[in-house]
């Protein structure tokens, strides 16, 4: 927040990380607080990070996100689906956790791990799955945010309307986590997970009056949040199915539906904030 009083922005959305059913659990929160009078969707500025992404391209292009209480195949479901390789994500976990390493250096390995695994045809079916999760081919009008990170250099990038980069790509990019999803190329060059550059990069909400952060993995990694800002995050019931990461439709759905659970008690404590300034006493 800034010191003079003055902001540039009003209310700020930073939706965060949280893998698959995470993407679920905060399309039912958004669906269910709208029910409560409180349209997150009306947010001046949406920052969306990894499953945050697919979630804020829904949101900033103006569709309903409760298109997304239901989860199908991707157009390519012919192919072998693509596997996780725990081996993978856990040498991207020991690399993250290795307190000798610097933010900078640790990317630079995260991204060299990344691209050992480099798959065409895996890169295709994400590509089919974000473009079908998101449905829209064009950056909205409304401000949106979507950070990632260079595989080769570990340099983090933030992508907007004015970077020349296809939307449905760079959400693929921002939520492509190493061992779960290949390394996304964009212009020749290929980018990995955003929350790799500052786990729900809330920093980029700037100083807006209002910043509300959705974070499904607040519960697994607490982080100072920034000055003011609302975190809505899993109640226990979610966590648990959240940290089950099941694959299948009913645990999307189920997902979906507890985020949609948390929507009262959350719009109780975010009513009064989320107002614009205008509508303000």
């Known amino acids: 927040m800034d010191t003079d009083g003055t902001h540039d922005l009003d209310r700020a959305l930073v939706l965060g990380p949280g893998g698959r059913l995470g993407t679920a659990w905060t399309a039912g929160l958004t669906v269910g607080l709208r029910g409560f009078g409180v349209d997150l969707g009306e947010a001046d500025l949406i ?3 990894s499953a945050g992404a697919i979630v ?3 949101l900033a292009t103006g569709q309903d996100p409760a298109r997304l209480a239901t989860v199908r195949r991707s157009a390519n479901a012919s192919s072998a689906p693509h596997r996780p390789d725990p081996a993978v994500t856990g040498a991207v976990f020991a690399v993250l956790g290795d307190p000798g390493l610097d933010p900078a250096e640790a990317r630079r390995r995260v991204g ?3 691209l050992e695994t480099v798959d065409a045809e895996a890169e295709n079916q994400l590509i089919a799955q974000r473009a079908a999760l998101i449905a829209a081919d064009s950056w ?4 949106l945010l979507i950070p990632a990170v260079d595989a080769e250099s570990g ?3 933030v992508w907007d309307a004015t970077s020349g980069v296809p939307l449905v790509r760079a ?3 921002s939520s492509a986590f190493p061992g779960i999803e290949p390394p996304v190329a964009i212009d020749g060059r290929r980018y990995l997970d955003g929350a790799l550059r500052a786990g729900t990069n809330t920093d980029l909400a700037g100083d807006a009056r209002t910043v509300v952060v959705v974070d ?3 519960h697994r990694h607490p982080h100072p949040a920034a000055d003011g800002a609302h975190i809505l995050a899993p109640d226990p019931a979610a966590v648990r199915l959240l940290d089950a990461e099941q694959s299948d439709p009913d645990a999307w759905k189920a997902a979906y539906q507890a985020g949609g659970a948390q929507a009262s008690a959350a719009a109780e404590g975010l009513r009064a904030r989320w107002r614009p300034a205008s509508a303000r006493g």
Do not use: F
């Not at 909205?140 to 401000?143: K, Q, S």
């Open 140 to 143: 909205p009008r409304r401000p």
């Open 171 to 173: 959400v693929a990019a």
């Open 47 to 49: 920052v969306g990070t």
């Open 216 to 218: 499904p993995l607040a």
């Open 112 to 114: 060299r791990i990344a």
């Open 56 to 58: 804020g391209a829904v």
């Open 155 to 157: 340099e983090p990038i």
